[in-house]
T-cell receptor, first 111, second 115 residues
Framework: GEDVEQSLFLSVREGDSSVINCTYTDSSSTYLYWYKQEPGAGLQLLTYIFSNMDMKQDQRLTVLLNKKDKHLSLRIADTQTGDSAIYFCAERDSGYSTLTFGKGTMLLVSP | DVKVTQSSRYLVKRTGEKVFLECVQDMDHENMFWYRQDPGLGLRLIYFSYDVKMKEKGDIPEGYSVSREKKERFSLILESASTNQTSMYLC??????????????FGQGTRLTVV
């Protein structure tokens, strides 16, 4: 079955860049997603990338996809304390549109 | 501009009780999902439904059942709640079909404590 792996914790200082990494196993994934979860809240879509793209930039967010290595990363430029949250990587299957999530990376931004 | 609504934010139930968690979406989405979220384990899929009255088991369906009588509503049922079902439960919905990004919209979550 599909599996999505990501590191569990990342700590950075305000103003630095953050890079959160993710690996996945399903080579038929069509879309890959990054979701953000703030304390006590549900998940909110941050950005996504289609599997035939290598990179996508959206303001402070840059997504890199290495399809050969099945590696996805999310770079947050000029990280702010408000970026502190759990970030989930997810892949979408080609059937029922179910999403398989990683365990989440807790990003802690210190002033 | 609430799109996916879960009936309760916090719930405390006793062991052995029958528990209903309700989820309603207003986007006319075909697919609906129930996940549970536990520290260190991420989101695990319990059940999903791709149409009214249709359901499919996810990765951890044991101890749960679901009901989808109307397109907008997807209920998660704990027939006899146990303490190991204490968790955060998240409902989500997506539009069906291969086109588009199929963004999943999530509810705010229900934190269930079984005592």
């Amino acid at each position: 079955g599909e599996d999505v792996e990501q590191s569990l914790f990342l700590s950075v200082r305000e103003g630095d860049s953050s890079v959160i990494n993710c690996t996945y196993t399903d080579s038929s994934s069509t879309y890959l997603y990054w979701y953000k979860q703030e304390p006590g809240a549900g998940l909110q879509l941050l950005t996504y990338i289609f599997s035939n793209m290598d990179m996508k930039q959206d303001q402070r967010l840059t997504v890199l996809l290495n399809k050969k290595d099945k590696h996805l990363s999310l770079r947050i430029a000029d990280t702010q304390t408000g970026d502190s949250a759990i970030y989930f990587c997810a892949e979408r299957d080609s059937g029922y549109s179910t999403l398989t999530f990683g365990k989440g990376t807790m990003l802690l931004v210190s002033p | 501009d609430v799109k996916v609504t879960q009936s309760s934010r916090y719930l405390v139930k006793r062991t052995g009780e029958k528990v209903f968690l309700e989820c309603v979406q207003d986007m006319d989405h075909e697919n609906m999902f129930w996940y549970r979220q536990d520290p260190g384990l991420g989101l695990r899929l319990i059940y999903f439904s791709y149409d009214v009255k249709m359901k499919e088991k996810g990765d951890i369906p044991e101890g749960y059942s679901v009901s989808r009588e109307k397109k907008e509503r997807f209920s998660l049922i704990l027939e006899s709640a146990s303490t190991n079902q204490t968790s955060m439960y998240l409902c989500a919905s997506t539009k069906a079909g291969p086109g588009g990004t199929t963004e999943a919209f999530f509810g705010q979550g229900t934190r269930l404590t079984v005592v």
